[in-house]
């Protein structure tokens, strides 16, 4: 079974390097969101769920 290619530009390029890409710019895209949580103040998460309770703060 041959591996697939896409053609970006007229270049083929192996599909590992599109996965390898799309992980980058999944960890840029949290640590921008992180970046906007922290310069926005924080924030604070408190759940309940019957006898489960987690307490979580972020700045």
Do not use: K
């Not at 960890?27 to 769920?49: D, E, Q, T």
């Amino acid at each position: 079974m041959a591996t697939r290619a896409r053609t970006i530009a007229g270049y083929a390029v192996p599909g590992i390097v599109v996965f390898f890409f799309w992980i980058v710019v999944a960890i840029l895209a949290i640590i921008l969101l992180a970046f906007i949580v922290h310069w926005a103040g924080g924030g604070v998460l408190n759940l309940r769920l019957g006898h489960f309770i987690l307490n979580v703060g972020f700045t």
